[in-house]
């Protein structure tokens, strides 16, 4: 060898050797991974050795196969399988002709020779080993200007070997470390177990139990605030002995601490100084670990807790961990790390016990839902599906509500003592109080009708005082059957077929519309009648606004359109109601039809101003025409 081709060759192994020793310290440090460095090393062993190709495989001893890791140029294959007895062959051996492999590594040469194609042009492969721990293989192809290694660079090989065999090996510890802590972590942050309970008493008794067992503690409990009763209170205990060891006569659970009371500064007694742990995780949000001289009320002399929280932030309870157990039965205090795990462990506590209440929220609603739906059927029974035939007269319909339980109601009721009763009302509010309301007020005016003593060949002013006294005891219904909240708008109007006499009393609704058979128009109901219903008590109702009635002679061709304000005050996109002037102007134009085409046009009109948007509450019509 000539002096510049050796000195060329030293200043090449300076750089090499340089390069490993930076690489090496970026694995100690923990900034990077072999999967990171294969190709640096890859690349140093070429250049030192003057190679023109070559490849790392890693070995993976779990599944047996293995894995190119860095290859020049570049190449993917699928894992390798290697047998046992073929990986105890690589370890006897310190390097060999791909050509002239040993005789136990034939059959692994043949057996992969497909996936081996890409590395026809590979001379030498050298086994990557620690002691009798089998870590891989670099492949090389051929060397620049000669064809095989001298001496010297053999040895040189090895040591290159080496080094990459040392930093697999380092790497692989590294990420065992690693992945135990990542393991650990996890256990601690995601407990997908107790995310899985869906029962809030399940979810509260896994969250202590994986507690107990991740610190190696020998009790443990949840306490959850109460924000009702502004208290915390003992859901889950362990061992469960503390809970019943100390129930009360009527079952009640043991611990229930006033949150008023635990934010007082109290360190008399050993019970109120656990008190005080609590006090202080709940008031500053954080873990707190201490130590008593007797056992606590959770039974344990060293406690640590800390506070459960909500997605938002707010504290749900504490979660409470108590004599830390070490190998041989010591018990030992909790340390900052066993601090940090249970906070870990309770934020996802609290993402578990939140999605348990939420599913619980969610079972009540569906309830809740099955319970409306049935109230929406009632509801449904109680609005007539037909009207009646009235002689002389033509009569019609329609009950669209907002939600699956409305507040409207209307009726055509046969009267025994003869004639027939239009009613009409909405009852102030949605939902299940407003529906049942409304079928008190239906009932009461059934009760009513019925017990009523005018008969059609009676006067008129005995037919108007009927109705003011019917209104007054549906009024005094009402006002006990309700909140100050809850009344009801009330139309009603009696009919005499015979007589075309209509006799009208208006509690606080909106005005019937009434086109004349020449195309005038009347409000009915607009200058007398009185108050809603149930809004007083009797004897303030004259102080206010006293019931009265009116009564007008129907001629043929007369419309009467009753409805609630679901008609009138209906608003559309541009946020414009519907109101009374466009409700005249829409019964104007269908006087001549019947009640049914009238009923239903009036309902398409408002429909088709409302457009896209949504529906501002129930929409009832009620339509009376003289034939």
């Known amino acids: 060898m000539h002096l510049s081709s050796a000195e060329e060759t030293i200043q090449r192994l300076i750089f090499s050797l340089s390069e490993l020793e930076q690489l090496g310290q970026t694995l100690i440090s923990g900034h990077s991974n072999f999967n990171v460095s294969s190709k640096t090393y890859l690349r140093i062993t070429l250049g030192t050795l003057q190679a023109t190709r070559g490849a790392i495989f890693c070995f993976h001893p779990t599944d047996n196969y293995l894995t190119i890791a860095a290859s020049t140029p570049k190449v993917e294959i699928p894992p390798i399988e290697i047998e046992p007895d073929e990986v105890a062959c690589l370890l006897e051996c310190s390097f060999f002709e791909l050509d002239t492999p040993p005789q136990d590594l034939q059959n692994f040469i043949s057996r992969n020779s497909e996936l081996l194609n890409g590395y026809a042009m590979h001379r030498l492969w050298v086994p990557l080993k620690i002691h009798e721990e089998f870590l891989g293989i670099l492949s090389l192809g051929k060397f620049l200007g000669r064809t095989a290694l001298e001496e010297w660079e053999q040895e040189l090989l090895t040591i290159l070997a080496h080094q990459i065999s040392i930093a697999i090996a380092y790497s692989r510890i590294v990420e065992g470390i690693q992945s135990e802590k990542f393991r650990l972590f996890m256990l601690a942050e995601s407990a997908p177990q107790i995310c899985q309970l869906l029962q809030p008493e399940d979810a509260a008794e896994q969250v202590v139990h994986q507690a107990v067992a991740l610190l190696d503690a020998n009790v443990g409990g949840l306490m959850l605030i109460q924000p009702q009763q502004q208290n915390l209170e003992l859901r889950y205990a362990f061992p469960e002995t503390i809970i019943s060891e100390n129930d009360d006569q009527n079952g009640n659970k043991p611990i229930s601490i006033s949150l008023k009371d635990i934010e007082a500064d109290t360190a ?16 500053e949000g ?3 670990r201490s130590a008593f001289r007797t056992e606590t009320f959770f039974g344990g002399k060293n406690l640590m807790a800390g506070p459960i929280q909500g997605r938002d932030g707010d504290i749900l309870g504490v979660l409470v961990v108590g004599d830390k157990e070490e190998r041989g039965g010591r018990i030992a205090e909790f340390t900052d790390e066993d601090e940090i795990l249970l906070d870990s462990f309770a934020k996802q506590a609290g993402v578990a016990i939140e999605n348990a209440h939420l599913h619980q929220e969610a079972l009540d609603a569906r309830q809740l839902q099955a319970e409306m739906e049935e109230a929406r059927k009632i509801q449904e029974n109680l609005i007539p599906e037909t009207l009646p035939d009235i002689p002389g007269y033509e009569v019609a319909g329609h009950y669209e509500p907002r939600g699956p339980v409305g507040g409207d109601y209307y009726d055509c009721i046969e009267l025994s003592a003869g004639g027939w009763g239009l009613a009409i009302a909405d009852v102030s509010g949605k939902g299940m109080q407003a529906a049942l309301l409304m079928a008190t007020l239906r009932a009461g005016l059934l009760s009513e009708l019925t017990s009523s003593r005018v008969r059609e060949e009676n006067d008129s002013i005995d037919m108007k005082n009927e109705l003011v006294d019917m209104a007054m005891t549906l009024n005094s219904l009402l006002y006990v059957s309700g909140t100050e909240e809850k009344y009801a708008t009330f139309f009603y109007s ?41 809004m007083f008590p009797n004897d303030m109702v004259p102080l206010i606004a006293k019931y009265e009635a009116e009564q007008i002679k129907l001629e043929s061709g007369d419309l009467i359109i009753f409805y609630t304000d679901g008609v009138t005050e209906t608003v559309n996109t541009e946020d414009e109601l519907y109101d009374e002037e466009r409700l005249e102007q829409v019964a104007k134009t269908c006087i001549d039809g019947d009640a049914s085409h009238i009923c239903n046009l009036i309902y398409r009109a408002v429909m088709d101003f409302q457009g896209d948007a949504d529906q501002f509450d129930d929409l009832t019509l009620l339509v009376l025409r003289k034939k």
Do not use: Q
């Open 286 to 288: 954080r873990t707190v």
């Open 494 to 534: 009696h009919l005499n077929p015979e007589t075309d006499t209509l006799t009208s009393l208006n509690g606080g609704h909106n005005p019937p519309l009434i086109v004349k058979n020449d195309g005038s128009i009347v409000w009915l109901g607009e200058e007398v009648g009185g108050l809603p219903l149930g």
């Open 268 to 283: 008399e007694a050993n019970e109120k100084t656990a008190f005080d742990m609590l006090a202080s995780v709940v008031k």
